[in-house]
Structures are given as structure tokens and as C-alpha cells.
């Protein structure tokens, strides 16, 4: 990787997206063939700093750097000097001082990663920055969609749910259309920002549109920690109009895989049916997640930067 930080997709190109996803298909396999001791970031440390809660991300970052041999620390926000008023480039600075080699962080703004990408010698990982990226998030689901097709180019993935408050909804536009595939995108108007189309997405005017013979279906949390009041009427009336439910899902192409970043509101963004269908890939995505992130921590540990 031509960087010292992983920031987002939006600025990766598909070749180094093509990197990562192919390194990351032989890490699945090793911890899949219960290889857990590999020793590549042996002597190395990272961090993971979160300012937001996180229960699958925080964990797979953690165990893949356990698996490459790094040794780990968690940084509860809650329980640390942010608290008593540090700001973010000082905490990034004391981090530095211990020889951190990774900091892993995720953040309410979107940015907060790049600011402390630029005044740390650790390499930061962006774990989620706000409503910006999600870039692991996004690499992950591309890793299993690809274990099952062997390529993206020329599928059709259909994004519904909550994209305006959604980092990954964005880093999957960016890796996906790099990608060769095409991205539909469907949410209630008022979910929906504007100006995605212009980054390639192809907004559809009803979930029925959004789902019509697509090859893979995600669905998207409803982030109400991200949002007033009012931009729906309620969750069941959400459930009712805009989520997935078997016949909706029934207009993909057969066969088609079901995704979900976590965590799931059942019942809201997808029915029970849908979650636990056989062609969902949602637990396949936790496995993928620990695969990735085992990538990216090794391409930006082995790069040399000047
Ligand atoms: C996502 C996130 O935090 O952006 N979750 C995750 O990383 N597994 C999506 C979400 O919170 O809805």
C-alpha cells in the first residue's frame, strides 16, 4: 500500500483495494484452518481507540492483530484521560510516545481519523469517522460477496436502509464501483442524502427498483443515535414500507446473497426470514471482518514509509 493510513476507500485505487482483498482471502483460509499464530507483526503494538461503541469491529481488529502476533491495547474512552478534557492530537501524541505502531480509532466526526493521521508516526486505521467511511466495513463485504461470485465486476449490489447516516453505504459506493460493480441505493427521501448519484450510485425510486434482479441485497442499520425525530413515522412503519421482507427479496436474482454490517434491528431493515436465510452472508461477514482487518494491519506494517 502506497500509504501510512487506511482513511477510506474514496482515495484508494482498485488495485490496492484488488491487494487487500486478496491477502485478506488467504487469511480467512488460514483462521478458517485454525491457523491463529501467525508471528508477521511480531514485536509490534497496536492501539484501538474508540469514541463510539463497537462490539464486532473492536473484537476483529483486536484478535487479527493477536493472530499476526502484535501485541493489543483497548483504550475505553469512558474510562480515559478524553474525559478530563485531552484533546484528540494530544492523545494521539502520548500514544506516540509509547511506539504504538497502529492506531485503530473510530470517531463521531468524520475527519477525526485523518487529523490524527497527520500528527502521529503510527499508521491510523479508520474503524468508522462519523457519517464519512467505513473502509474494513466495506473491504469485508466485498470479501465475502467475492469468495462467492470470484469477482465483483458487473454485479449488481442493491444498499437499502438508513444511507444518509451511514458510513458504510459510502465506502461501499467507493469500493464497489472501483470495483467494477454497480450500486443501487434506496432509503426513505428523507434517509437519503443528495449527490451519491454523482459518485455513481444509482438512486432507485422504490425498494422494488433497488432489488430487481440484483445479485447481493444489504441491508443498513436505521442509526437513530444519528438523527432527529421525524424522518419516518415509526420503526414498524418503517418495516412496513421501506425494509426487506421474503417477497421483496424474492425479486433479486435467485440466489442472492443477503448482507448486514451489524448490528441488525430485526424486524426493521430485514425480517427474521431474511436474516437467517440461506443465502444470508451475515455471520460469513464477521469471519471476513477479522480477515481484512489481519490485511490491512500486515500492508501497512511491512510499507515503508519515507
Ligand atoms: C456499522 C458502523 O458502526 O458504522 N457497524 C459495524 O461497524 N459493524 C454499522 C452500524 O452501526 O449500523
Redesign the pocket.
Known amino acids: 500500500m502506497k500509504h501510512k493510513d487506511l482513511l477510506g476507500l474514496y482515495t484508494l485505487e482498485a488495485e490496492e483495494i484488488g491487494e487487500i482483498l486478496s491477502l485478506a482471502a488467504k487469511m480467512k483460509a488460514l483462521v478458517r484452518a485454525g491457523q491463529k499464530s501467525l508471528d508477521s507483526l511480531k514485536g509490534r503494538s497496536a492501539v484501538t481507540l474508540f469514541y463510539e461503541n463497537?462490539t464486532?469491529?473492536r473484537t476483529s481488529f483486536e484478535f487479527a492483530a493477536k493472530f499476526l502476533g502484535a501485541s493489543t491495547v483497548n483504550i475505553s474512552v469512558a474510562t480515559s484521560s478524553v474525559q478530563k478534557g485531552e484533546t484528540l492530537v494530544d492523545t494521539g501524541k502520548t500514544l506516540d510516545a509509547m511506539h504504538t505502531d497502529f492506531i485503530v480509532m473510530r470517531h463521531p466526526m468524520g475527519g477525526a481519523p485523518t487529523l490524527l493521521g497527520k500528527t502521529v508516526k503510527a499508521h491510523v486505521i479508520n474503524a468508522?469517522d462519523g457519517m464519512n467511511e467505513?473502509p474494513t466495513?466495506a473491504l469485508l463485504d466485498m470479501l465475502s460477496m467475492l469468495e462467492a461470485w470470484g469477482t465483483l465486476e458487473g454485479k449488481t449490489v442493491a444498499i437499502l436502509g438508513d444511507i444518509r447516516h451511514?458510513?458504510?453505504a459510502k465506502s461501499n459506493l467507493y469500493g464497489l464501483t472501483k470495483m467494477g460493480a454497480t450500486v443501487r441505493m434506496f432509503a426513505p427521501r428523507t434517509l437519503m442524502p443528495a449527490g451519491l448519484d454523482c459518485m455513481g450510485a444509482k438512486i432507485c425510486r422504490s425498494r422494488e427498483e433497488a432489488v430487481e434482479g440484483a445479485d447481493a441485497v444489504m441491508g443498513?442499520?436505521i442509526?437513530l443515535e444519528r438523527q432527529k425525530a421525524g424522518n419516518f413515522p415509526s420503526l414498524g412503519e418503517y418495516a412496513k414500507y421501506y425494509g426487506v421482507n421474503e417477497d421483496i427479496l424474492r425479486l433479486a436474482k435467485e440466489g442472492a446473497l443477503v448482507l448486514h454490517?451489524?448490528?441488525v434491528n430485526r424486524g426493521v431493515e430485514l425480517t427474521s426470514g431474511v436474516i437467517d436465510g440461506e443465502t444470508s452472508v451475515i455471520t460469513d461477514q464477521v469471519l471476513s471482518g477479522v480477515a481484512v482487518r489481519m490485511a490491512v494491519l500486515q500492508l501497512l506494517g511491512e510499507e515503508e514509509i519515507c
Open positions: 463497537s464486532r469491529t468508522g467505513h466495513q451511514s458510513r458504510v443498513l442499520r442509526q454490517p451489524g448490528p
